[in-house]
């Protein structure tokens, strides 16, 4: 059947099972615009700016585990995109996004709204494509979306001439595709997971490091099967936050330049790592001469160019977190490592880093345990960057998988916003918290509108400190205390949230902050708190930059364990 290039886009997403579009549109990619009417099974969702549409996109992506769409136009819509592709990229969340090009006569003249949207994105896509004919685009959309979701996930990006979504062809679609360059490797080989497991065996202080590759991979069962069965203390990314329960006796926190302390000395006094779908991020391994000094090290990584890349290894085992997971656990021999967890939960009484300080003034841990406590922990957190974005990982119990959406390798400010509406727009039966910072909430805040036009039910609480906190906080403990360009002001938020059309509170003591997180779950629609806070109030732990994970800085009050600190509750 002949279709146009439009229809055949549309028609490829349909068959991939897309639901949902994020963009906005412009000259180049108005005949895809004009085709959408006739496939209602695509909704599309206008933002405000493209940035939003790729953070949207990567936050379905992330909160669904299906691929993310966002599309755009050519020139300024394409380059708008690219902070939000690079962020998918870092955090392997897969993503499809589809530009518009000018027409293919006018490629390379420095047309009207040109750039070479393929070249700019070489480096943070997975992989990219301009279709120069009608009839490669069903191939084309098949392997991006194969290639977005398969292995290491990560987006692709697809860049249309205008006058190919005019042009007819011949629409087939293909039913698998044809990469002879790319086969993912799935399953482990044998012999190194033989020989991990007897390194597992015959260690004394083994230590679990999590990443984001388990949640990614499905792999919460297996993982808690070789932590029960070996009885391994599990530590976590900030993007592994989510992937094992942290009211485990098991858990022990995330570990990291904001990590507990406790973590930390684990990962720092282990004999056996086994890094499981991480990878070695800085903020993760802090100096890398002094991470994990004791240990040998296992890592189990989908990608074979993760392997080695930051830290030396001893037995890499490439493939699926999961499928060798489930050959592993079949070589663990049940043991019991008595005095290395009661050590462990020594260090975590002695240095509980999660305890709340008492405190006339509202401080924001006080803020995220409540909306914990509110939400009774089946809330999806969203969070933007900076400070807000490390109380949200550390004063929330995660016990719910994939239950904390962050932007981790990029650190993007203004991920928050969008990313929660693509979060929400995937599972609209789920409670979602937006914790944002006031700082990074100013970069995507168009994004109300998006929300309110669509009616996306997202909550949202403003760590309102009046600066660009984390930046103050380097620039009070390094810098003198000299705060170049970070005190922050903004517009008055419950206002703007009313101009928007949303419901908004502003709290500034202890006893306002249930009854206002009581309102917004009560709120069908979107809702708003501004969270005013202590606007100097520090995150710790720190493990200063180029110092070792055992060079950790701790709050003095938090040395002495209190009834706030996050303590394992059950063997869930
Ligand atoms: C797009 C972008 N620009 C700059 C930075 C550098 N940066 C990291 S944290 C931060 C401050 C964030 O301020 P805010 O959102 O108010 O969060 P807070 O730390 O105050 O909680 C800045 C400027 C960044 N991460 N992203
Ligand atoms: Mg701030």
């Known amino acids: 059947?002949?279709?146009?290039?439009?229809?055949?886009?549309?028609?490829?997403?349909?068959?991939?099972?897309?639901?949902?579009?994020?963009?906005?549109?412009?000259?180049?990619?108005?005949?895809?615009?004009?085709?959408?009417?006739?496939?209602?099974?695509?909704?599309?969702?206008?933002?405000?700016?493209?940035?939003g549409a790729a953070h949207a996109a990567d936050g379905y992506a992330r909160a669904t585990g299906k691929v993310g769409v966002c599309i755009a136009t050519s020139g300024p819509g394409a380059t708008n995109l690219v902070t939000g592709i690079a962020n998918a990229h870092l955090d392997s969340s897969p993503m499809v996004a589809i530009t518009g090009q000018v027409a293919r006569p006018f490629i390379g003249k420095d047309a009207f709204q040109e750039v070479d949207i393929t070249g700019i994105t070489l480096p943070i896509t997975?992989?990219?494509?301009?279709?120069?004919?009608?009839?490669?685009?069903?191939?084309?959309?098949?392997?991006?979306?194969?290639?977005?979701?398969?292995?290491?996930?990560?987006?692709?990006?697809?860049?249309?001439?205008?006058?190919?979504?005019?042009?007819?062809?011949?629409?087939?679609?293909?039913?698998?595709?044809?990469?002879?360059?790319?086969?993912?490797?799935?399953?482990?080989?044998?012999?190194?997971?033989?020989?991990?497991?007897?390194?597992?065996?015959?260690?004394?202080?083994?230590?679990?490091i999590a990443g984001r590759g388990v949640i990614i991979s499905g792999a919460y069962a297996e993982l808690k099967q070789l932590a029960e069965t070996a009885q391994i203390p599990v530590i976590t990314t900030l993007l592994g936050i989510g992937c094992f329960p942290e009211s485990h006796i098991l858990s022990f926190g995330m570990l990291g330049m904001h990590g507990m302390a406790y973590a930390n000395m684990a990962v720092t006094a282990a004999d056996v790592i086994i890094a499981i779908g991480m990878r070695f991020d800085d903020r993760a391994t802090a100096k890398v001469s002094g991470f994990a000094p004791n240990a040998q090290i296992i890592h189990i990584d989908i990608d074979p160019t993760e392997i080695g890349k930051n830290v030396r290894v001893d037995v890499p085992i490439v493939g699926d977190v999961k499928t060798v997971l489930e050959e592993l656990n079949k070589l663990i021999t049940p043991i019991q490592h008595i005095d290395w967890i009661g050590q462990l939960n020594n260090w975590r009484k002695e240095h509980p880093s999660t305890v709340i300080r008492d405190s006339e003034g509202l401080l924001p841990q006080f803020v995220v345990r409540k909306i914990y406590e509110?939400?009774?922990?089946?809330?999806?957190?969203?969070?933007?960057?900076?400070?807000?974005?490390?109380?949200?990982?550390?004063?929330?119990?995660?016990?719910?998988p994939n239950s904390l959406i962050s932007s981790g390798g990029l650190g993007t400010m203004g991920f928050g916003l969008p990313a929660a509406m693509g979060v929400k727009v995937g599972c609209p039966d789920s409670t979602v918290w937006l914790i944002d910072g006031d700082g990074s909430l100013q970069m995507t805040i168009q994004e109300l509108a998006t929300i309110v036009q669509d009616n996306i039910a997202v909550k949202i609480a403003i760590i309102h400190n009046g600066y660009l906190g984390m930046?103050?906080?380097?620039?009070?403990?390094?810098?003198?205390?000299?705060?170049?360009?970070?005190?922050?002001?903004?517009?008055?938020?419950?206002?703007?949230?009313?101009?928007?059309?949303?419901?908004?509170?502003?709290?500034?003591?202890?006893?306002?902050?249930?009854?206002?997180?009581?309102?917004?779950m009560a709120e069908q629609g979107p809702f708003l708190i501004d969270f005013v806070v202590e606007p100097e109030e520090n995150i710790y732990p720190m493990v200063p930059p180029g110092a070792a994970l055992s060079e950790v800085i701790e709050e003095p009050e938090a040395k002495v364990l209190s009834d706030s600190a996050k303590l394992p509750t059950s063997n869930i």
């Not at 809330?379 to 004063?395: D, F, P, Y």
């Open 1 to 51: 059947m002949k279709m146009t290039g439009a229809q055949i886009v549309c028609e490829s997403m349909v068959r991939e099972g897309v639901e949902v579009i994020f963009g906005i549109l412009g000259g180049t990619i108005l005949p895809l615009y004009d085709t959408l009417p006739q496939y209602p099974q695509l909704r599309h969702i206008l933002v405000r700016h493209e940035q």
């Open 126 to 208: 997975k992989h990219n494509y301009l279709v120069l004919e009608a009839s490669s685009i069903a191939r084309t959309v098949k392997e991006a979306f194969h290639l977005a979701r398969s292995g290491r996930p990560g987006p692709v990006l697809i860049d249309i001439p205008r006058d190919v979504f005019i042009e007819e062809a011949e629409f087939h679609y293909p039913s698998k595709v044809d990469l002879p360059s790319y086969k993912p490797t799935l399953k482990g080989h044998p012999a190194q997971i033989k020989k991990a497991a007897k390194l597992i065996n015959e260690a004394r202080q083994p230590t679990i």
């Open 374 to 400: 509110v939400t009774k922990g089946e809330a999806t957190i969203v969070t933007g960057v900076g400070q807000n974005q490390m109380w949200a990982a550390q004063h929330y119990w995660y016990d719910k």
């Open 471 to 520: 930046v103050r906080q380097w620039q009070e403990l390094f810098y003198g205390k000299r705060y170049v360009a970070t005190p922050l002001s903004g517009p008055d938020y419950v206002k703007i949230a009313e101009a928007y059309g949303i419901p908004g509170l502003r709290v500034k003591h202890k006893e306002e902050v249930v009854p206002a997180i009581e309102q917004a």
